[in-house]
Every structure is written in C-alpha cells, then in structure tokens.
C-alpha cells in the first residue's frame, strides 16, 4: 500500500506524474503494435488505406492542395528546424522559471523521436503509395509518417507546457485544441498528397505520443529530484546536544 501511495502522490519525486507517463508510454506501445500488425497482415485499419487515399488523390484541388503544401512543408526538416530553433529561444528566456527543463525535453523529444521513426521506417520497410499521376514521389518507406510524428512531438510539447503553466482553463484549452488541429493539418496533408496511408499517420501520432511521455515525464522527474535536493541541502543542520558531565 505505500508504494501505491507513493506512485499515485501529485508532488512526489516519483509520483503520479512517473505514474501517468509510464502509462500513456505502455498504452502507445500497446496501441502502435496493434497498428504496426494491422500494417503487416493488411488488416484492421490497414484495409482502409487504398480506399482513402484513392478518394483524397481523385478530389484533390485548389486551394486546398495549396493549403497541404504549406503544412506539409511547415513540418519538413526544414520547418522543424525553424519550429524548433523558436521554441528553444523561449524557453531559454525562461530558464529561471523551470525552461532549462523544457529545453531539455525539446531536445529530447523532436529531435529523438525523429530519429526513432527512421529506425522504425528501415524495420518496416513499407512501401509508399503509388498513384498514375503523383503529386509527390518519394523513394524513402511510408511507414510511420516522419511529417506527423515531428508535428505531434513538437505540438504535443507545447500543449504540454501550457497545460502545466498557463494560469486560465481557457487559454490551456485554446492551445490544446489548436496543437491538435495543427497535428491532424499535418497528418491529413501527407495522405492528401500521396506520400503516406492512413495507418502511417496513425501509427506516426501514437509513436510521438509513446516518445513524448519518456521524455516529459523523465525532464520532470529530473526536475523534482533536483528540487527536493536542493530543499533537503537548504534546511538547517540539527543542533548537536553535547552531555553535561556532573562533577
């Protein structure tokens, strides 16, 4: 009973935030085997993919192949790197308000995670989708989105943050919902032009929520073992009672 006390305590060290991290990291595992399988056996939401992505391909038009090339393009390397490069900036201005923490998560995360989904595309070694008249050609495998797990990583990080700092519900829901809507732009965009299926942008979103909360949940962790550290060192000493010998 005390160790579940413990795990499930909100200020601990390792509490509930260790707690809830490792649990939406082994519910993302569980979640993308399941899609990963899916992916292999051409079953579940898997034998979906051609049918959504015939139907995007044969209804794609302006303005909105326009807008799809924007976002795929905002979540490149390229775009990531400037995405990036701006989140650090803020976060190093913040460094006296627990930013060092966040920056640290930022470079774990995308960065990371990124290349975590280069692993897994050479050990899947799905093919892309293959269309008469493609809007885009690829030579590299589909299988998880690289665009989609770059979006939720960083996305997911700033919704994050401002969950844990914003003051006001309102602003907390706004960026939330806004993070979600730029994760699911980006998505969309790689199954609108023909560089993934469905289950790619699937499997890609699941992966960057597993990675984000090892490293979230390990920054915070960080975070409270140095803060009980340093409050353990700044308490005062115990007096030494010395014995008074009676002679």
């Known amino acids: 009973m005390r160790f579940v006390e413990a795990r499930l305590t909100p200020g601990g060290e390792f509490g509930l935030h260790l707690t809830a991290g490792a649990a939406l990291?082994?519910?993302a595992v569980a979640v993308f085997a399941e899609v990963?399988?899916?992916v292999a056996e051409n079953d579940g939401v898997a034998a979906f993919d051609l049918h959504v992505s015939n139907w995007m391909h044969a209804h794609a038009q302006e303005p909105y192949t326009s807008v799809m090339w924007?976002?795929?393009?905002?979540?490149?390397v390229a775009g990531m790197c400037v995405l990036v490069a701006l989140a650090a900036a803020f976060f190093w201005r913040r460094a006296a308000r627990h930013g060092r923490y966040w920056l640290l998560a930022l470079g774990l995360s995308v960065p990371g995670?990124?290349?975590l989904n280069v692993v897994l595309k050479h050990i899947y070694q799905r093919s892309r989708p293959v269309f008469e008249e493609p809007m885009?050609?690829?030579?590299?495998y589909s299988f998880p989105s690289?665009?989609?797990?770059?979006?939720?990583?960083?996305?997911?990080?700033v919704a994050s943050y401002a969950v844990m700092t914003a003051q006001r519900w309102r602003v907390r829901g706004t960026v939330v919902a806004g993070a979600t809507l730029m994760v699911l732009l980006a998505g969309t965009s790689r199954i609108y032009l023909g560089a993934h299926y469905p289950s790619d942008v699937l499997g890609a979103m699941v992966e960057g929520c597993g990675w984000l909360a090892v490293c979230i949940t390990g920054c915070s962790t960080l975070r409270r073992r140095q803060a009980a550290k340093a409050a353990s060192a700044a308490q005062p000493a115990a007096p030494a009672?010395?014995?008074q010998t009676k002679g």
């Open 36 to 38: 990963a399988e899916d």
């Open 113 to 115: 995670g990124m290349l």
């Open 70 to 76: 924007l976002f795929t393009h905002l979540h490149s």
């Open 136 to 140: 885009l050609t690829l030579a590299t």
């Open 25 to 27: 990291m082994m519910a």
């Open 146 to 157: 690289g665009h989609t797990v770059a979006a939720t990583l960083f996305w997911g990080l």
């Open 241 to 243: 009672h010395s014995a």
